[in-house]
């Protein structure tokens, strides 16, 4: 169900036109965020291992575009 989800709202992300104009120096952008880190730590000094879950948020990002090239 979680699968499920994702591919949504990234189904959703991808059907956005890009809406910037070509004189903006400014950019937004916004979209799904998932963190799936390999938590496979073994023991750490002599005690259990370290679990750390996976997560998905919203990301939002805003950029400012000094050249055409570097923001």
């Known amino acids: 169900m979680k699968r499920l989800m994702i591919l949504a709202a990234l189904a959703l992300v991808a059907t956005f036109p890009t809406l910037t104009a070509d004189e903006s120096s400014w950019m937004l952008r916004f979209g799904a965020v998932n963190v799936s880190p390999n938590d496979d730590s073994g ?27 570097w923001g």
């Open 43 to 69: 023991q750490v000094l002599g005690g259990d291992g370290i679990a750390v879950g996976d997560d998905t948020q919203l990301g939002f990002n805003i950029t400012y575009m000094y050249d055409k090239n």
